[in-house]
């Protein structure tokens, strides 16, 4: 028999430095609108995953962490925002779409999105306020987006480091990024402890930052894991010795956390989230891009895992926990840092640097961050329509 294909629309955009295919639940085919696991089925195969070859040959896909992504954005059903934007992170090799936790690089393509697929409305001239729910965590997120002449202004001069072109800036507040109580995996620090001391079989003890902000991530310091903290991917992605070490450390972080009820379930059914991150105290190096970045410049490096390899330059919500972290006193991120703390740092990270910032109060021992705020840009890479065998479900 004979198989055809079936046509999808769907928007392809750069968000920070990631992207992925962004879609309305209503582009799906009608059968995989209220069915998750036809959902799934059908955005593994636009994205071209399970992929043995780890290519995405025959996908949408980059096969990366940054690139194998996919977008839900719809109306949304609250008062309080303009729409909901759900994220899949798609595995290469497996055939998993992680729906655990949220993509703050894509986070500056949703109001760009939203404005031109006509979910919201937008003033002509100045900037559109979107009002986002992310609905993997539960949080709500303002984009501040340009607009000029009735379209979105997707080109500028804004440079972000990790990406090739200039486009217009993109301003988010992330609010009220720390978890609370009824939050997956429960409050901001879901042990109750800034710094938690892991016994980890094979490893040993490992000193640990649990936070939830942004996504669930976990900090440890760059000596920790036998690095100095100005590695570029090729340094850690090649040695297959030290990313397994990474996600044996990852793995049991996030039972700690309790997100997962053993380090096997943690590997396999949760690959997205928590994020490991490790961090130093300032040092030269040179970026992935050949530019000089000075240790006078930046107030500690930063590194982070996605999909358990090294991020090329740093998760949106990766920047979101280090802000949250770094202003608070007593995490692994704060003790690096000269200040002890800070509401505005700046990182270093494989591609450049970035600013990003987070006010916190304390009130008998309970920290709260009314907001976390950065900047991003995005722009469309392509309009149209996807196109997918009509048997994706077998």
Same mark, same amino acid.
């Given at each position: 028999? #004979?198989?055809?294909?079936?046509?999808?629309?769907?928007?392809? +955009?750069?968000?920070?430095?990631?992207?992925?295919?962004?879609?309305? $639940?209503?582009?799906?085919?009608?059968?995989? /609108?209220?069915? $998750?696991?036809?959902?799934?089925?059908?955005?593994?195969?636009?994205?071209?995953?399970?992929?043995?070859?780890?290519? =995405?040959?025959?996908?949408?896909?980059?096969?990366?962490?940054?690139?194998?992504?996919?977008?839900?954005?719809? !109306?949304?059903? !609250?008062?309080?925002?303009?729409?909901?934007?759900?994220?899949?992170?798609?595995?290469?090799?497996?055939?998993?779409?992680?729906?655990?936790?949220?993509?703050?690089?894509?986070?500056?393509?949703?109001?760009?999105?939203?404005?031109? !697929?006509?979910?919201?409305?937008?003033?002509?001239?100045?900037?559109?306020?979107?009002?986002?729910?992310?609905?993997?965590?539960?949080?709500?997120?303002?984009? =501040?987006?340009?607009? %000029?002449?009735?379209?979105?202004?997707?080109?500028?001069?804004?440079?972000?480091?990790?990406v090739t072109f200039p486009s217009a800036e993109i301003k988010l507040e992330f609010m009220d990024p720390g978890a609370d109580e009824d939050s997956e995996g429960g409050a901001m620090f879901p042990t109750g402890?800034? #710094?938690?001391?892991?016994?980890?079989?094979?490893?040993?003890?490992?000193?640990?930052?649990?936070?939830?902000?942004?996504?669930?991530?976990?900090?440890?310091?760059?000596?920790?894991?036998?690095?100095?903290?100005?590695?570029?991917?090729?340094?850690?992605?090649?040695?297959?010795?030290?990313?397994?070490?990474?996600?044996?450390?990852?793995?049991?972080?996030?039972?700690?956390?309790?997100?997962?009820?053993? $380090?096997?379930?943690?590997?396999?059914?949760?690959?997205?989230?928590?994020?490991?991150?490790?961090? @130093?105290?300032?040092?030269?190096? %040179?970026?992935?891009?050949?530019?000089?970045?000075?240790?006078?410049? %930046?107030?500690?490096?930063?590194? %982070?895992?996605? +999909?358990? +390899?090294?991020?090329?330059? +740093?998760?949106?919500?990766?920047?979101?926990?280090?802000?949250?972290?770094?202003?608070?006193?007593?995490?692994?991120? @704060?003790?690096?840092?000269?200040?002890?703390?800070?509401?505005?740092?700046?990182?270093?990270?494989?591609?450049?640097?970035?600013?990003?910032?987070?006010?916190?109060?304390?009130?008998?021992?309970?920290?709260?961050?009314?907001?976390?705020?950065?900047? /991003?840009?995005?722009? /469309?890479?392509?309009?149209?329509?996807?196109f997918v065998p009509a048997d994706y479900a077998r």
């Amino acid at each position: 028999m #004979i198989q055809k294909q079936i046509s999808i629309r769907a928007t392809h +955009m750069r968000g920070g430095t990631s992207k992925g295919v962004f879609l309305e $639940p209503n582009d799906l085919p009608a059968e995989a /609108r209220e069915n $998750p696991t036809l959902r799934d089925a059908v955005l593994l195969r636009v994205v071209g995953s399970p992929d043995p070859y780890g290519k =995405h040959i025959d996908g949408m896909g980059g096969a990366t962490s940054s690139t194998s992504k996919v977008v839900l954005i719809s !109306r949304s059903t !609250r008062k309080d925002c303009d729409v909901d934007y759900l994220f899949g992170a798609v595995a290469i090799e497996s055939p998993v779409v992680d729906w655990s936790g949220n993509c703050g690089n894509l986070t500056s393509a949703v109001g760009p999105f939203a404005i031109q !697929r006509g979910l919201v409305q937008a003033p002509r001239d100045g900037v559109a306020t979107v009002r986002i729910w992310q609905a993997n965590i539960g949080k709500k997120i303002v984009a =501040h987006v340009p607009m %000029i002449d009735g379209e979105v202004q997707e080109c500028g001069d804004f440079e972000l480091d990790g990406v090739t072109f200039p486009s217009a800036e993109i301003k988010l507040e992330f609010m009220d990024p720390g978890a609370d109580e009824d939050s997956e995996g429960g409050a901001m620090f879901p042990t109750g402890r800034m #710094i938690d001391t892991l016994d980890i079989p094979g490893i040993g003890k490992v000193e640990a930052t649990l936070i939830n902000a942004g996504n669930p991530t976990v900090f440890v310091d760059a000596a920790t894991l036998g690095f100095n903290g100005a590695e570029l991917q090729p340094e850690i992605n090649g040695d297959l010795a030290a990313l397994a070490r990474c996600e044996t450390i990852r793995a049991h972080a996030t039972v700690a956390m309790g997100l997962a009820a053993t $380090p096997q379930e943690a590997t396999e059914k949760r690959p997205h989230t928590p994020k490991l991150a490790f961090v @130093s105290s300032p040092a030269d190096y %040179i970026s992935s891009s050949g530019k000089a970045v000075a240790a006078a410049d %930046i107030d500690l490096n930063a590194r %982070i895992f996605s +999909m358990g +390899m090294l991020h090329h330059a +740093m998760t949106g919500t990766g920047a979101v926990a280090i802000a949250v972290a770094a202003a608070i006193r007593g995490t692994v991120v @704060s003790r690096v840092l000269a200040e002890g703390s800070l509401e505005e740092v700046r990182f270093g990270h494989p591609s450049g640097k970035l600013t990003v910032g987070a006010a916190a109060s304390e009130n008998q021992g309970v920290w709260t961050v009314g907001k976390a705020t950065m900047s /991003r840009s995005a722009r /469309r890479l392509m309009d149209g329509q996807v196109f997918v065998p009509a048997d994706y479900a077998r």
